[in-house]
């Protein structure tokens, strides 16, 4: 059999077509489920106002959004513990049922008379949790499509799921917006008073994951000849020593970004920046010896480094959040149902038109295209002022698309034995662009405090402009290796022949 048969062969579905169609219905209902639920679960523009309204400077603001994206490492850590396909859907179900039980504390916490402090430690909790689950269940997600469904059905399921899917976030935004109060298109809501309207923006996330618990059992799952078993442990020393030292550098960096006044203080802050840094390159060095064997393949190691550059922009929305606040001159809170409206109405828009693209054209078509639509989010930013800067929360939404192509990308490259390692493989690269968030952060806050102005910028807008800068610098740097280095159409590595 030749290398394109070989490659066909292990592309196809075992399962029949009212099977598949079945597994491709669940897939857009689970995926639906997540984007009702969006305004909280999307952790970034929420969690920002959140925060500002505790009290919180923009690094501290960031910090959820951060630590989302740093536990989302922990996909490679459950991919060892249960790596048997049997387990896949009672695996989905938990990541669901713990994503219920975060936002249940969360607003429980929230209604209580806890202090702003242990009640922004919560917010932050919320993020690092949602970060360990939700971007593991996608995974599942992924596996399950994989081996669900047919390749040439893919953007169907993916049309589905990311077309449709919005237009639930688009109903939750609304929701939002009705409970925070401001203006939605010439219409006024009030809103309801601080800090119940939070309280029942999380509370109402909770019962529709546990709705995504129960429908994620209902799958169609093909058994397997043979079962994978969990690795020794030494095959996964590189994670287990990875997420703890990326967990940590986040922590140091950011205790190190208020010290106290003393000149001791102020030493020992420098210290644990110092450690901070160290611990966050021994993290990467750790996980990129984990998953050595898929950057010694040339497509993946530049798909990798293409999502990573892509995935910068994901961890801007708290700062857009923020710098409504500027232009608009009121809560951030206000504007952020509407920033979500618009984020996941253009998302819903796009969504379908790459989906029916996608199966006309080329993997490579997708990852380009959405990562383009992030740039001119950040173009956008720059350059807008006034009601109209809001727009570019919308094209961001349709540019957040990247997090489908991107994987679809690898999932096209990947042989389906190695399906459940490199889809966690996928879900962790939102780690090393968790770092970004927190620049972005530190940027805002360091041109404040310096006291930097130009063309007519006072220094907060300032800062929030370069931070849009170096995000887009980020992008484009992704556009350009896509364009240059990766196949159109990637093919699976065939497996290798035992001699007889």
């Known amino acids: 059999m030749s290398d394109t048969s070989t490659s066909d062969a292990l592309q196809s579905c075992p399962l029949n077509w009212p099977q598949q169609r079945w597994n491709l219905i669940l897939f857009a209902l689970c995926t639906g489920t997540q984007y009702l639920a969006a305004p909280v679960l999307y952790v970034g523009i929420t969690q920002a106002s959140l925060c500002d309204r505790l009290g919180a400077d923009a690094r501290t603001s960031n910090l959820p959004g951060t630590l989302y994206f740093a536990m989302t490492a922990m996909p490679a850590l459950i991919a060892w513990l ?12 938990l990541c669901y049922g713990a994503s219920a039980l975060m936002l249940t504390a969360l607003a429980i916490t929230l209604s209580s008379s806890a202090s702003d402090q242990t009640k922004l430690a919560m917010v932050i909790m919320q993020g690092a949790v949602s970060g360990a689950v939700l971007p593991t269940a996608v995974a599942f997600l992924w596996e ?14 993916l049309g589905l799921a990311f077309g449709a899917g919005p237009l639930l976030a688009v109903l939750g935004s609304f929701v939002q917006t009705a409970l925070m109060g401001g203006d939605l298109f010439g219409l006024h809501f009030t809103g309801l008073e601080y800090p119940r309207n939070f309280i029942i923006l999380f509370g109402a996330g909770a019962p529709i994951m546990a709705l995504a618990a129960i429908l994620s059992q209902l799958f169609v799952i093909a058994p397997v000849e043979k079962e994978v078993e969990r690795e020794p442990v030494s095959s996964v020393v590189g994670v287990l020593v990875g997420l703890p030292l990326m967990f940590a550098s986040v922590v140091l960096m950011h205790f190190s970004s208020h010290p106290n006044p003393t000149s001791a203080g102020v030493a020992s802050s420098g210290t644990m920046a110092a450690v901070g840094y160290v611990a966050a390159c021994g993290a990467a060095v750790a996980l990129i010896y984990h998953f050595r064997a898929i950057l010694q393949q040339r497509v993946l190691l530049i798909a990798t480094l293409v999502t990573v550059l892509a995935y910068a922009g994901n961890v801007i929305p708290s700062n857009m959040n923020l710098y409504a606040k500027e232009l608009l001159g009121d809560l951030p809170e206000k504007s952020a149902g509407v920033q979500n409206m618009l984020r996941f109405s253009f998302k819903m828009l796009t969504g379908v038109v790459l989906g029916w693209l996608l199966i006309r054209t080329s993997p490579r078509f997708g990852v380009v295209t959405t990562s383009f639509i992030f740039l001119l989010s950040q173009i956008w930013a720059m350059l807008v002022t006034g009601p109209l800067y809001l727009l570019a929360s919308g094209i961001h939404g349709a540019g957040e698309l990247v997090g489908v192509y991107a994987p679809n990308y690898i999932v096209s490259a990947s042989r389906r034995d190695q399906l459940r390692r490199n889809m966690a493989f996928v879900t962790m690269l939102m780690v090393p662009a968790a770092p970004a968030g927190y620049l972005y952060g530190a940027i805002v806050d360091g041109v404040k405090q310096s006291g930097w102005t130009a063309f007519g910028m006072n220094s907060t807008v300032l800062g929030f402009r370069l931070s849009f800068l170096v995000c887009a610098l980020f992008i484009l740097s992704g556009i350009i290796l896509a364009i240059c280095l990766l196949p159109a159409k990637p093919r699976p590595e065939p497996e290798a022949v035992p001699s007889t």
Request: aromatic letters at 0%; glycine letters at 8%; proline letters at 4%.
């Open 82 to 93: 249960s790596p048997r396909v049997s387990s896949l859907k009672r695996n989905l179900s």
């Open 144 to 157: 399950v499509i994989a081996r669900g469904s047919d390749e040439s059905r893919r953007g169907i399921a």
